[in-house]
């Protein structure tokens, strides 16, 4: 079992993402703790790609604006090296298949060993070719974490037969974002995955305030929050603390 069962043991998750490298490989490490301090129970970190064919303009942004400040993957790497000095909460990557393959899927998945990554998220991978990695990811322990869609259907099943670490359930189609409104069936897909699994499912794509965080927890095991979060670095900077603080307090609350 991994280190992510720690993020659902005994109560709802909230799980937190940012981009490695927005606005520096410095602040990043300060945010994650940051976070963990305000309540976060697992953190996703977007390794930076200029393609991110899933994301929405404010994730799509912080992509370019930690590319323009020189990240790499070496230096994400090296970003949770610093972290684990500090915490043992569960980090998982959120990436494309791109960077991965050049970086090479051993390479890649044995630096995640070494440093500390219990998961990875790729958008961009179906389900039935995830074996490419899959494999060569579960040779060092490292989860792939499955996406299931409102588009699933049939599907929803089959997909969380396999699943490993947690589910990622996307409210909403299109890409990421915050939403004023969240109109998923959310409770009928997580009944389908919880028929065939106990794999946690958290719930991701447009949750940004307390309400539809405290709704979605009540059919879900976490929410997953990124377009909101990423907005509060895009807007204070290099001094996001305060602000990181309060609002991932307020949306862990919510949910208890």
Same mark, same amino acid.
């Given at each position: 079992?991994?280190?992510?069962?720690?993020?659902?043991?005994?109560? *709802?998750?909230? #799980?937190?993402?940012?981009?490695?490298?927005? &606005? !520096?490989? @410095?602040?990043?490490?300060?945010? %994650?703790?940051?976070?963990?301090?305000?309540?976060?129970?697992?953190?996703?970190?977007?390794?930076?790609?200029?393609?991110?064919?899933?994301?929405?303009?404010?994730?799509?942004?912080?992509?370019?604006?930690?590319?323009?400040?020189?990240?790499?993957?070496?230096?994400?790497?090296?970003?949770?090296?610093?972290?684990?000095?500090?915490?043992?909460?569960?980090?998982?990557?959120?990436?494309?298949?791109?960077?991965?393959?050049?970086?090479?899927?051993?390479?890649?998945?044995?630096?995640?060993?070494?440093?500390?990554?219990?998961?990875?998220?790729?958008?961009?991978?179906?389900?039935?070719?995830?074996?490419?990695?899959?494999?060569?990811?579960? *040779?060092?322990? #490292?989860?792939?974490?499955?996406?299931?869609? &409102? !588009?699933? @259907?049939?599907?929803?099943?089959? %997909?969380?037969?396999?699943?490993?670490?947690?589910?990622?359930?996307?409210?909403?189609?299109?890409?990421?974002?915050?939403?004023?409104?969240?109109?998923?069936?959310?409770?009928?897909?997580?009944?389908?995955?919880?028929?065939?699994?106990?794999?946690?499912?958290?719930?991701?794509?447009?949750?940004?305030?307390?309400?539809?965080?405290?709704?979605?927890?009540?059919?879900?095991?976490?929410?997953?929050?990124?377009?909101?979060?990423?907005?509060?670095?895009?807007?204070?900077?290099?001094?996001?603390?305060?602000?990181?603080?309060?609002?991932?307090?307020?949306?862990?609350?919510?949910?208890?």
């Amino acid at each position: 079992m991994s280190n992510i069962y720690k993020a659902f043991e005994n109560k *709802k998750a909230f #799980i937190g993402f940012l981009t490695a490298g927005d &606005p !520096t490989a @410095e602040k990043t490490v300060e945010y %994650i703790l940051e976070m963990e301090r305000a309540g976060a129970d697992l953190i996703e970190i977007g390794i930076p790609f200029s393609d991110p064919t899933a994301e929405g303009v404010v994730i799509q942004n912080a992509n370019i604006r930690a590319l323009n400040e020189g990240m790499t993957t070496d230096k994400v790497f090296e970003i949770v090296r610093k972290v684990r000095e500090k915490s043992n909460i569960p980090l998982v990557f959120l990436t494309y298949i791109n960077p991965v393959y050049k970086y090479g899927y051993y390479n890649f998945f044995e630096s995640c060993r070494e440093v500390g990554i219990d998961g990875i998220i790729v958008p961009d991978v179906p389900f039935e070719e995830k074996h490419e990695i899959e494999d060569v990811a579960n *040779k060092y322990g #490292i989860d792939i974490i499955s996406l299931i869609a &409102p !588009t699933s @259907e049939d599907r929803i099943k089959k %997909i969380a037969k396999e699943a490993k670490g947690f589910i990622y359930v996307v409210s909403s189609m299109g890409v990421t974002g915050v939403r004023s409104e969240i109109n998923t069936d959310i409770g009928k897909m997580v009944q389908s995955i919880k028929e065939v699994t106990d794999v946690p499912c958290a719930v991701g794509f447009g949750i940004n305030n307390p309400n539809q965080a405290r709704e979605i927890s009540e059919v879900a095991d976490g929410v997953i929050v990124g377009s909101a979060i990423v907005k509060i670095i895009e807007k204070n900077g290099e001094n996001a603390n305060e602000e990181l603080f309060k609002y991932v307090s307020e949306m862990k609350h919510a949910i208890e």
